[in-house]
C-alpha cells in the first residue's frame, strides 16, 4: 500500500539528520581542515610531509594491534567454543562472567593490571618468594600486549560465542555421518561457518587496539609511542592541531580500509557487529 | 577432552579476573600499600565518601547519562522511524552509514574530531574555550545515537503494517495511530536502547577526554587523573563498588529474564 | 524490570534536578572563585584544617557577609592559562608558578593588588627564594604573593643504589641502574635534567646546546624505564623503581610510605620554582580575594597547608614555628635541610621562552617520544601472522578454485 505519509513520518528523521550533519560529517570536515592547513590558516601539504617522520610509529602500532589481534583469536575462539559446549544454564553464567569485565571501565582493569605487573608488584613479590629473579616487565612490548589482550579478550570471545551457538547442531551431526573426526569437524565445518563471528571479532579487537593510548602509556611506561599516544599528545599537551588531525585522517582511512577488506570476507552481516 | 576444556576455560577465566580481584581485595586494606596486605579495614571506603571532588564526578556522570541517552533515544526514536517511512533509497543509505560513522570510527578519532569542531567553533564565535558540560553532552549523545537507531529500527521494520492500516481503517489520523499502535509495539526496542545510551555514556572515557574541561569531570575523567596521578586507594573502593553495582545490575537483568521466560513458557503451556 | 529500569532512570534524574532547582533560589552569599593545584590545599582530610571552610567562617564573622569558596583545580599552569586567557570562567585567585606570572602579567591577565588588605605580606619572607633580588617575574612585587616554593632533587630507594652515585645528575645516566630510572614526562623538566648535567642555562635560547641535551636524552632512552609524571609516587613507594627525579615537597610523601626512600640534591644545579597567589583581572571580587590572600598568609592557615602539601614556605610565621618544625622533623628527621637549606645548591627558575623557542622544543621532545625501542619480537610475529594470513588466504582461495572446477567437470 502506498498511503500518504503523515508529516510526522516525513519529518521524524529531519532532527537525527540535522544532528548528524552538525556533530557527524561536521568534525570530520575539521579534520579535513587542519589536516590540509598550516597555522596559519594557508592551504598546505606540509602536516602531510610531516607524516613521514611518524611512520615507523604507524608500522609499530599495526603491528603491535596485529600481534594482540592474533592471540585475542587464538586464546578466544577456543574459549567461545567450549562456553558454547556447555550446559544451557551453565552457558548463562558464563556469559555473564565474560561480560562483567566489559562493563568495568577499561582504565580500572588496565590500572589494576600495572600494579600487578610491576617491579614491586604482586607477581614480582610472589617470584621472589618462590626463589625466582624477578622480571621487569611494565616498560616492555609484552606488557603492551598482554594489556592489549586482556583487555580485549572479550570483545573476540563474545561474537563468536554468539555464530557458534547460533550454528546448527544437525550439521555437527551430519559432518560425524559423514565420518569426520573431531578435528575435521571443527576445521571444515564449525570454522568456516563462523568466519563472519571472527571477522567482526577481529574488527572489534583491532580497531581499539591500534588506537589506543591508555595501555601503551601505563604498561609501556611511556616508552612506546603508539597512534593514540601521539595523537594524544598533540591534542592534549602539544596543541598541536594540525599534525594531530593529518594523524588521525590517515588513521581514520587505514581503519575504514581494513573494515571494508574485512567485511569483504564476511557476508556482510552488520548486525554481528553490536552484540 | 572434557576436563582439559574446562580447566582451559577455568585459566583463562581466572587470568582475566586476577587483576580485578586483587583491586576487590586490597580495597579492604588497612594500609596504603599494593603489595602487602596488613588487615581489614573500611577505613577507604569512608575516605571515599568524604572526597566531595569524587562525589560530584558521579553526579556529572548520572547527570550526563540520562541527558544524553534521554536525548538521543528521543532523537534516534524518530529518526528510525523516519528512515523507517523513507521512500528515497539513497537519501537513506545516506544517513544511515553517516549515522554508523562514530560506531566504526575509533573512539580517539571522535573525540578529537569533536574537540576541533567545538574548539574552531568557539574561536570563531568568539566563545573562547566553549569545552565542558555541554560539548560533553553534545559528543556523548552523538555517540550513542547509532546504537539507539540500531536496537529500534527491526523494531519499525517487525511492526506488521496490517495494524496501522487497522487503525487507520477505524478513523485514526496517522498520527494517533503512530502514538497509540505503533509506539507501544517498538517501546522495548526504545528501552533497550536507552539503557544502551546510558551504560555507554557512564563508560565512555576517551571520547570524554577530549571534549572535556577540568571543571565538568565525570567519573571515568576522574579515575583518569587519579591513575596519572598518586593513586588514592579510595579509588579501589569506588572501584569495588563500581564492580559490585554491575554485578548486581547484570544478575537483576538475568534473574528478571529468566522469570519472564519462565512465565513466558507457562503461559504458552496454559494455552 | 523494563519498565523498572525507566523509572529508575526518571528517578535518578529527578534526584539530579531536585538539587539544582533548589539551589537557584539563592540567598545573599558571595562566591569566590578558587583556581589551584590539585592536592594543594589542606582540605580537612585526614584530619587537617579544611582552610577553605575556615575562611569563610572568619570572613562571615569579621565582615558580616557570607562567603562561599568554590574551589575548582587544575594540573598543569598551561590549563589553567587557557582557561584564563579565553575568559570563559572568572576566578578570583589563582595560584601559577613563576614563569606563568610573568607571561600572565605581560598579557594583561593580572591585576594590581591593594596591599592595604593584605598587612600579612609582612610575614613573608623573600629572601629565601629570591637572595637580595626581586622576583624575575614580578619585579615590583605588585602582583603576586608567593604561596609555596620548591626544589627538585632526585629521590632514590636506598637499597638499590649506591651511595657513592649521588650527588649529581650522572646516576640518571648510570647503566647500572638500567630500568630503573624514572624521567619526567614533559619536555621543560626532561630537558632541564640534561642541560644541568652538561652545566648549561635551562633558560639558554642557543639552539645547538637543547639539541646537545636532545642527544643525552636519547643516549638515556634504554635506561628509562617509563616516562612519566606523578606516577612516580606509586613506582618509588612500592619500589618499581630505584631512581626518579621529583620535587622536594613531594619525597616526604613518598618516605611516609616507604622508609627506604632517600632525597639527594645534584651538584650541578636544580630548579627551583615559586608558586604564587595572584588575582585575574577578570575577578568580580578582588576585595575578598585580596583578603582571602591576607587569610592564607595567617599563622593558622599557612601551617596547615605547609603541613599539608609539604613544599617549602616563604613565610617567617610557618618556617620560624617550632612545631611546624617539630612535625617536618618527625615526618623526616632532614626535612628541614632539604625544604629550606637550600642556600649552597644552585638553583635555576624556568623563564618564559619566546614563542618560536617553545615551539622548537617541543618539536625536540616530539623526537625524542617518537623514537621507540625497536621491538624485534613483536615486528617478527606481527610479519609472520600477515605472511600466514596472506598464504591461507591464497591457498583458499586456490582451493575452493580448484573444487569448483572439479564440480564443474563432474556436472558436464
Redesign the interface.
Known sequence: ?K????L??????????V???L??????L??L??AFTDTKGSFSFSNIELLSSYSHIFFLSICFALVATAFCLL?GY??AF??A?CKPSTQ?L?M??????M???????T???M??LDN???VN?LLISLGLEPVSMVGTGGAVILGMV?DF??YMVLPIYTSISKLDGRYLEAAADLGCN?FQTLFRVVLPLTVPGIVSGITMVF??S??T??ISQ?LGGGNFDLI?DT??RQ??YAST?HI??AI?LV??IL??IS?AVMNRFSDGDG?E??V | ?KIL??A??WV??L??????L??VVFSFNDG????SYTGFSLRWYG?LF??SVALESL?NS??LA??S??LATA??T??A???D??RNRYLKAA?NS??N??????????G??????F??LGGMLGL???L?KWTML??H??FS?P?V??SVLPRFKQFD?TLR?AA?DLGC???QS?FKVELPAI??GV??G??MA??LSL?D?VIS??VS???FQTL?LY???Q?????KYSMYAL?TL??VT??VL?????F???I?DRTKRRREAAK | ??RL??LC?AA??LA?LLPLLASCGGTDTVTLYVYNW??YISDG?EGSLDVNAAFSEWYEQTYGVRVKVNY????SNE?MY??IS????NYDIVIPSDYMIGRMISEGLLRKLNFSNIPNIENIDNSVMFGDKTPYYDPENAYSVPYTYGTVGIIYNKTMVDEADLGSWDIMWNEKYQGNVLQFNNSRDAFATALFKLGYSVNTENEAEWREALALLMAQKPIVQGYV???I??KM???SAAIAPYYAGDFF?MYA?NEDLGFSYPKEGTNVFVDAMCVPTSSENPEIAERYINFMLGKEAAIANAEYICYASPNRLVFEDEDYRATMEEMHPDAMDILYGTEDIKMEFYENLPEEHLMMVNSLWEDLKIESPINTSIIVMAGAILCGCVGGGIYLTVRSRKRRKTVLNLWS
Do not use: Q
Open positions: 500500500m498511503g500518504r505519509r503523515s510526522l513520518e516525513k519529518a521524524a528523521a529531519v532532527p537525527h539528520a544532528w548528524v550533519s556533530f557527524v560529517i561536521g568534525p570530520l575539521f579534520v581542515y587542519f586464546l577456543p574459549l567450549f562456553m559446549r548463562k558464563l555473564l562472567l565474560l561480560m562483567l569485565p562493563w568495568i571501565s577499561l582504565l580500572i582493569r590500572y589494576s593490571l600494579t600487578l614491586g608488584g604482586l613479590s586482556y579478550l572479550p573431531g580497531v581499539p591500534i588506537s593510548f591508555y601505563k593514540g595523537i594524544e591534542f592534549k592541531y594531530g588531525a588521525s588513521m581514520m581503519i575504514l573494515i548486525e557487529m553490536i | 577432552m576444556s574446562r582451559y576455560m583463562v577465566f587470568l582475566l579476573y586476577a587483576p580485578i586483587v583491586l596504603g600499600s599494593l603489595s575516605e568524604r572526597d553526579k548520572l547527570f540520562t541527558a541517552s534521554l532523537l534516534g524518530f529518526a522511524l523516519g528512515l517511512r523513507m544517513i553517516v549515522t560513522v562514530p560506531m566504526m570510527n575509533p573512539d580517539i578519532v571522535t578529537v574530531s569533536m574537540m576541533l569542531l574548539v574552531a573562547g574555550d566553549v565542558g553534545i559528543a549523545t552523538t545515537l546504537y537507531i540500531l503494517r492500516e487507520l489520523t496517522p498520527a503512530f517501546v522495548p528501552v533497550s536507552l539503557v546510558f551504560t563508560d572515557f577526554h577530549f574541561s577540568p571543571d571515568p579515575i583518569y587523573n591513575t596519572a596521578h598518586n593513586v572501584c563500581i564492580i554491575i554485578l547484570l544478575l537483576a537483568v538475568n528478571a529474564g529468566s519472564g | 524490570m523494563k529500569l525507566v532512570l535518578s534524574l539530579l590539585g592536592e582530610t575548582s583545580t587544575y594540573s590549563d587557557a582557561k579565553s575568559g570563559a570562567a609524571m606523578d606516577e609516587f606509586n613507594e612500592n619500589g610523601v610510605d
